[in-house]
């Protein structure tokens, strides 16, 4: 048992020499143990060099070397839910030696990415996904006529969303070849393993039983009442000791639960597995942080670790680890200062929604919060410790968290959902039916934001301008730094109809924050920075790069603060004043904040000259905040280069119609 992260690069004879599950074949049955013993050991070494996820990773050390070792990857199809449990599968795949650039710019991705190795057979960074994709594999490869197993791993977690018991139902209904493994970390579903349970999961698993079991079913089947009598006796058998009952009336061969730190039990029930045909479910106990004592103890808490810097002998371990090491997803990211501020210490955007929150809660006793399973990474839990009445986590199941905001709405109360832009999305369809064209009295907090860095593309919140402007009846706000992050938050709450603020992932600038919450005018700016010629429309957190480039240019500076209802009396007063109208968002171009200034000019008939400046038209990598605001020149350099090139080419024009 590890008591804290290793510093230096542990001894791992075994592992040193897998470069692929090939290798990993080869071994002897009694070696893997040692080998899982090497894995979790280098897994929380190589993760305390670059930060990310690894409690998840540390959990499914034994059934990750298991499901190698068995099943003939990647010719085999293994499916990996959620994502944050693949370390290990990486290190297995020939990415060990490249684990150092793990979530770094150009390096290794921290979720499963097809175009990284052929190991990753579906990218995921959203829950729920694996036994739909697994399902359509089964079925391409049986289309194909090829001969492969496909296998899908799931937690419990991500098993309480409607889409996985959508393709559960499917598979069972198609009779598909397929094996879904449940990772059971004691989080939501089942009971501990007892002794009964594991004896008859033994019995099910065994190659008498399941030969038994096939043989009785031809014979009886010829017996339709007498099968059916058979059937319900073993079913309630098996609900008399096993979870399992759920899973065989949904047509599944249900085996478990077993532990799911036992290799050599894995080993035997996969094996077995293989030669059962038709969709089958493994149930396995694991604990989440395996063999790393503090995360063991706090699996929450050591959900994700920060980057573990070199540090004085004297000094100890633990005082390079943030909030007992605990990342939340997020790593924390150095934002450039602005002199035109007052700086404090910098709190974190969810944070400051947190305390927001409770703030509100204790003035309105209407408040009620939602969450889909995000309450850490919303800075939710001091809410949820002094509110519990008028909390909701609705677990992983973003659908019906914004549709129960929607239903709590109409009875007169005041929901507001938490929820993360990227999972946004996938209760699009809810924000526009059951809260939208209600006008239902909704607010959403949307966290992470724009860019969200070591997280890549799968929670890049990079569209939620754009899908959420063209929804009638709806209100969005970009606050600039922390206290228009507060006072907007507070300002939508009070509007009685479906209204949104967007934040970013990590902390703030460090502005003055007001504890006085006031309602600011609805859809109105401010100019911050008077200049000429050339106008500089700012949407969010970017302002204080904004603020830097027009120091260099003169340029003026509005902080706009909503892109909808936009400020139409501020945006033709300075159309008018300016030859160059700069927008500056960090969502996608296409259909975001700079889109509503064009459009609005349009209408207007003003013609002027327009650049948008925002998030290009592809999916970002992932890398640090600040290298990916370079790469999409939305860097003070980048921004400075293109504006000037714009304007060059604006007075080139001036001076070829005067001549």
Request: hydrophobic share 40%; charged share 20%; glycine share 10%.
């Given at each position: 048992?590890?008591?804290?992260?290793?510093?230096?690069?542990?001894?791992?004879?075994?592992?040193?020499?897998?470069?692929?599950?090939?290798?990993?074949?080869?071994?002897?049955?009694?070696?893997?143990?040692?080998?899982?013993?090497?894995?979790?050991?280098?897994?929380?070494?190589?993760?305390?060099?670059?930060?990310?996820?690894?409690?998840?990773?540390?959990?499914?050390?034994?059934?990750?070397?298991?499901?190698?070792?068995?099943?003939?990857?990647?010719?085999?199809?293994?499916?990996?839910?959620?994502?944050?449990?693949?370390?290990?599968?990486?290190?297995?795949?020939?990415?060990?030696?490249?684990?150092?650039?793990m979530r770094q710019f150009g390096g290794l991705s921290?979720?499963?990415?097809?175009?990284?190795?052929?190991?990753?057979?579906?990218?995921?960074?959203?829950?729920?996904?694996?036994?739909?994709?697994?399902?359509?594999?089964?079925?391409?490869?049986?289309?194909?006529?090829?001969?492969?197993?496909?296998?899908?791993?799931?937690?419990?977690?991500?098993?309480?969303?409607?889409?996985?018991?959508?393709?559960?139902?499917?598979?069972?209904?198609?009779?598909?070849?397929?094996?879904?493994?449940?990772?059971?970390?004691?989080?939501?579903?089942?009971?501990?393993?007892?002794?009964?349970?594991?004896?008859?999961?033994?019995?099910?698993?065994?190659?008498?039983?399941?030969?038994?079991?096939?043989?009785?079913?031809?014979?009886?089947?010829?017996?339709?009442?007498?099968?059916?009598?058979?059937?319900?006796?073993?079913?309630?058998?098996?609900?008399?000791?096993?979870?399992?009952?759920?899973?065989?009336?949904?047509?599944?061969?249900?085996?478990?639960?077993?532990?799911?730190?036992?290799?050599?039990?894995?080993?035997?029930?996969?094996?077995?597995?293989?030669?059962?045909?038709?969709?089958?479910?493994?149930?396995?106990?694991?604990?989440?942080?395996?063999?790393?004592?503090?995360?063991?103890?706090?699996?929450?808490?050591?959900?994700?670790?920060?980057?573990?810097?070199?540090?004085?002998?004297?000094?100890?371990?633990?005082?390079?680890?943030?909030?007992?090491?605990?990342?939340?997803?997020?790593?924390?990211?150095?934002?450039?200062?602005?002199?035109?501020?007052?700086?404090?210490?910098?709190?974190?955007?969810?944070?400051?929604?947190?305390?927001?929150?409770?703030?509100?809660?204790?003035?309105?006793?209407?408040?009620?919060?939602?969450?889909?399973?995000?309450?850490?990474?919303?800075?939710?839990?001091?809410?949820?410790?002094?509110?519990?009445?008028?909390?909701?986590?609705?677990?992983?199941?973003?659908?019906?968290?914004?549709?129960?905001?929607?239903?709590?709405?109409?009875?007169?109360?005041?929901?507001?959902?938490?929820?993360?832009?990227?999972?946004?999305?996938?209760?699009?369809?809810?924000?526009?039916?059951?809260?939208?064209?209600?006008?239902?009295?909704?607010?959403?907090?949307?966290?992470?934001?724009?860019?969200?860095?070591?997280?890549?593309?799968?929670?890049?919140?990079?569209?939620?301008?754009?899908?959420?402007?063209?929804?009638?009846?709806?209100?969005?706000?970009?606050p600039s730094d922390e206290n228009e992050c507060r006072?907007?938050?507070?300002?939508?709450?009070?509007?009685?109809?479906?209204?949104?603020?967007?934040?970013?992932?990590g902390k703030g600038m460090g502005s003055h924050i007001?504890?006085?919450?006031?309602?600011?005018?609805?859809?109105?700016?401010?100019?911050?920075?008077?200049?000429?010629?050339?106008?500089?429309?700012?949407?969010?957190?970017?302002?204080?790069?904004?603020?830097?480039?027009?120091?260099?240019?003169?340029?003026?500076?509005?902080?706009?603060?909503?892109?909808?209802?936009?400020?139409?009396?501020?945006?033709?007063?300075?159309?008018?004043?300016?030859?160059?109208?700069?927008?500056?968002?960090?969502?996608?171009?296409?259909?975001?904040?700079?889109?509503?200034?064009?459009?609005?000019?349009?209408?207007?008939?003003?013609?002027?000259?327009?650049?948008?400046?925002?998030?290009?038209?592809?999916?970002?990598?992932?890398?640090?905040?600040?290298?990916?605001?370079?790469?999409?020149?939305?860097?003070?350099?980048?921004?400075?280069?293109?504006?000037?090139?714009?304007?060059?080419?604006?007075?080139?024009?001036?001076?070829?119609?005067?001549?």
């Amino acid at each position: 048992m590890l008591e804290e992260i290793p510093t230096r690069r542990p001894s791992t004879p075994l592992l040193d020499a897998i470069n692929s599950p090939a290798d990993l074949r080869t071994l002897e049955e009694a070696q893997l143990p040692q080998l899982a013993d090497e894995l979790r050991q280098y897994l929380l070494y190589s993760v305390g060099q670059t930060g990310g996820h690894f409690g998840a990773g540390l959990g499914v050390v034994e059934l990750t070397i298991a499901l190698h070792y068995v099943y003939n990857t990647p010719n085999d199809r293994i499916v990996w839910d959620v994502g944050h449990q693949t370390y290990p599968h990486k290190i297995l795949t020939g990415r060990r030696e490249s684990m150092h650039s793990m979530r770094q710019f150009g390096g290794l991705s921290g979720f499963p990415k097809r175009s990284e190795s052929e190991f990753d057979t579906f990218g995921v960074g959203h829950s729920s996904t694996s036994i739909s994709a697994a399902l359509g594999m089964a079925i391409g490869s049986a289309m194909g006529e090829i001969n492969r197993e496909t296998v899908a791993v799931i937690g419990d977690g991500a098993m309480t969303a409607g889409m996985a018991f959508e393709a559960l139902n499917h598979a069972a209904h198609v009779e598909s070849d397929m094996l879904v493994i449940l990772n059971d970390n004691n989080m939501s579903i089942s009971r501990n393993v007892g002794g009964l349970a594991t004896y008859f999961s033994k019995i099910w698993a065994s190659k008498l039983y399941t030969g038994f079991r096939e043989g009785s079913k031809r014979v009886l089947s010829k017996i339709p009442q007498a099968w059916e009598l058979a059937r319900k006796t073993e079913e309630h058998v098996k609900g008399m000791v096993s979870p399992g009952t759920l899973f065989e009336e949904l047509g599944f061969y249900y085996i478990g639960p077993i532990d799911g730190h036992d290799l050599p039990r894995l080993v035997h029930d996969l094996n077995n597995l293989k030669d059962i045909k038709g969709p089958k479910l493994l149930h396995i106990i694991t604990q989440k942080g395996k063999g790393f004592s503090p995360a063991e103890e706090d699996p929450v808490g050591y959900h994700a670790l920060n980057k573990i810097e070199p540090k004085p002998a004297t000094e100890s371990a633990d005082k390079n680890l943030n909030n007992n090491g605990v990342n939340d997803g997020s790593v924390s990211q150095k934002e450039t200062a602005s002199p035109h501020q007052p700086k404090t210490a910098s709190p974190k955007f969810q944070d400051i929604f947190g305390q927001w929150l409770c703030d509100e809660a204790a003035l309105d006793p209407k408040l009620t919060a939602i969450t889909p399973a995000m309450c850490e990474g919303s800075g939710m839990v001091p809410f949820s410790q002094a509110y519990p009445e008028r909390f909701h986590d609705v677990a992983i199941a973003e659908q019906h968290a914004v549709t129960l905001a929607a239903g709590i709405a109409c009875e007169g109360q005041k929901p507001v959902v938490a929820i993360y832009s990227t999972f946004l999305q996938r209760g699009y369809d809810q924000l526009v039916h059951d809260v939208a064209l209600q006008k239902l009295d909704v607010t959403f907090g949307i966290d992470r934001a724009g860019i969200v860095g070591e997280d890549g593309p799968t929670h890049a919140g990079a569209f939620d301008l754009s899908f959420l402007r063209c929804i009638p009846n709806m209100v969005i706000a970009t606050p600039s730094d922390e206290n228009e992050c507060r006072q907007l938050l507070h300002t939508c709450y009070q509007f009685p109809g479906p209204a949104a603020v967007r934040y970013p992932r990590g902390k703030g600038m460090g502005s003055h924050i007001c504890e006085e919450l006031s309602v600011w005018p609805l859809g109105k700016g401010k100019r911050v920075r008077s200049g000429k010629h050339i106008v500089i429309l700012n949407f969010g957190t970017l302002l204080d790069r904004a603020l830097s480039v027009a120091e260099s240019l003169n340029a003026t500076v509005c902080d706009m603060r909503f892109v909808k209802p936009i400020d139409e009396e501020l945006i033709l007063e300075v159309a008018t004043q300016h030859a160059l109208v700069v927008t500056l968002e960090e969502n996608a171009v296409a259909g975001g904040a700079g889109s509503a200034v064009s459009e609005f000019l349009s209408e207007e008939g003003v013609s002027t000259n327009l650049l948008h400046l925002g998030l290009p038209d592809d999916f970002l990598d992932h890398g640090k905040r600040d290298q990916l605001l370079e790469q999409c020149q939305l860097d003070v350099a980048g921004m400075t280069k293109r504006i000037r090139t714009r304007w060059s080419k604006i007075n080139q024009r001036l001076s070829s119609a005067m001549v």
